[in-house]
């Protein structure tokens, strides 16, 4: 959600740069290479740039929360400009150039003042050109090889994660694209691929406190139902009899207990072992509010 300071920033930005007149900068068919401050000044356009909000995350210590200058050659787009200063597209949802909103393709120009915008959660921007597409109405996600434990706490609380040991970066990218689903990973390189349209960067380093952030980040609480998932392959839970599956139930166990879940995916067999505790606890720290 985007902190309030930054929403008020974004109107009184609009108020104080105005709305420019007339049509955005055409496009260069072949512009020029550009790189950050090692031109000649005399061959340098300038711009003003400021991100907002979690942006900040992928900046260094001295631009964040300020207005920065940024050098350029030629006319590059300005989606090219925010990735590189090292901001991945999938996170932008509003580019204000001198106060008007922006698609990724505008042409940077001399002079131009431009302010990047998260995801908007609780403030309507539809009279706006949103950059992303519109969320998925339930969040399903595609994790990379680096977020393994992510992945099975994400499905602990019931969400559809898929996670492939040994899926490449264009495997994530086509099961992202294909099945509509939100990649996660901690790589910034991999969510500035130009065909990808649903990415996030997680931030946190602890499996635990990465669960926290993406349920609150894609406020999930209410897609939340625990135990309700295999935490192997993903697949949905299903009652079984116990008589189905007798011969698979330790006979300890089979002693004492009647109620047992199916994988209809891999297959794998559930019941309320003596782990039930701690995977309910793990649900519980997730799942609470941050320490005030």
Known sequence: ??????????????????????????????????????????????????????????????????EFTYEFSGSPAVKDAVEALGVPHVEVDLILVNGESVPFSHRLRDGDRVAVYPAFESLDISPLLRLRPRPLRRPKFVADVHLRRLAR?????????????????????????????????????????????HGYFVRAEHPLEQAREVVRRFDLAGEVHPFSRCLECGGELTKVQKEEVLERIPPRTAAWLSEYVLCRGCGKLYWRGTHFRRLARLVTEILSPEPS
């Not at 309030?4 to 049509?23: M, N």
């Not at 909000?53 to 260094?60: S, T, V, W």
């Not at 898929?162 to 790589?187: M, Q, Y």
């Open 1 to 66: 959600m985007v902190a309030t300071d930054a929403i008020f920033g974004f109107w009184c930005l609009v108020a104080a740069w105005g709305f420019a007149a007339g049509s955005v900068a055409s496009a260069v068919p072949d512009p020029e290479l550009w790189r950050v401050g090692d031109l000649e000044s005399r061959d340098m356009a300038r711009a003003t740039f400021r991100f907002y909000a979690e942006l900040n995350d992928f900046l260094p210590a001295e631009r964040r929360g300020r």
């Open 153 to 197: 706490l994400l499905r602990l609380l019931g969400l559809d994660v898929v996670f492939l040991p040994g899926a490449d970066d264009e495997e994530l990218l086509r099961i992202s694209l294909e099945e509509g689903r939100i990649l996660l990973t901690r790589d910034r390189q991999l969510l500035k691929h130009g065909r990808l349209t």
